[in-house]
């Protein structure tokens, strides 16, 4: 049995976090700033799978994602300036990002694991009822992605404030919400949070891994959860979105 641990970033990670996603290019996964990294780290939403299987001294990381705060920089400001005051400026936007698995450890449903972490993350932090925009942006071309969004319950979303999110970095000169970027917009509906949290409660997961045609391969792994947020003694209540 493989055994895989999902546990929030430290600072120390930060050097590796930057290996991981430099020696594992992927056109869909949008370049970010340090910065937005280690602010992802110190506010505790960054979320790396090690496997501890390896016999190594360093446990491999074979997956990340995060949570990232939009609203930095000069963009978000000027939104208001220019389009004039929306309801929706007022609340707290979040942007689940950074995801990458490297192929050895795709479809173990970790993509969907990372995001019920990050959503329950939300809830617990009680940002999910002050009303937080969770939202994720996707390559075009990207179908996977896609459809693990929308099967998680996010649904396309046509932000008109899109371009002040942040700047693609992915597209040299349009930003988001230009019609020529390479990007498209989820929202998360938080009507869907059950769904999600549920895997949450359970304690470790256990996954067949299959492979891109859904076939067993005969490989069978433990997930390990070792989040801080999950040992919070009403978890159970602040994961819960009804009653
Ligand atoms: C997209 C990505 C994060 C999905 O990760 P993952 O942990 O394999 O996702 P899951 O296991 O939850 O789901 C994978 C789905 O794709 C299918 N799939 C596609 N290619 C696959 C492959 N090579 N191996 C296994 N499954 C594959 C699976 O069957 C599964 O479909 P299902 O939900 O209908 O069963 C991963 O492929 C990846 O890192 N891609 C490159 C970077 C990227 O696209 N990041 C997302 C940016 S928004």
Redesign the pocket.
Known sequence: MNILSLRMAHQRDCDRIEAFYSSNP?P??AKRDVSDIIESIDDGRFFVIQSLTERTDTKPIV?ASAIFDPEQGPYWQAAEEILGRHSEHDRPHRELGG???L?A????????ILLAVRLGFLKVNGEIDAGAIVY?T??QA?E??A??QM?AGMEAWDCHYAAFLKPCAACAEPRYGNTNCCKVFFKFDTANLDKHTKLLLQGDIQREK???S?RPTGESFRIVLDLPFLDDPDRDRLLATRG
């Open positions: 992927d869909n996964v997956a995801s990458l698995v192929p450890y795709r479809g173990l449903g970790l993509h969907k994720s996707v390559t990207n996977v992605s459809k693990n099967k299959r492979d891109a859904k």
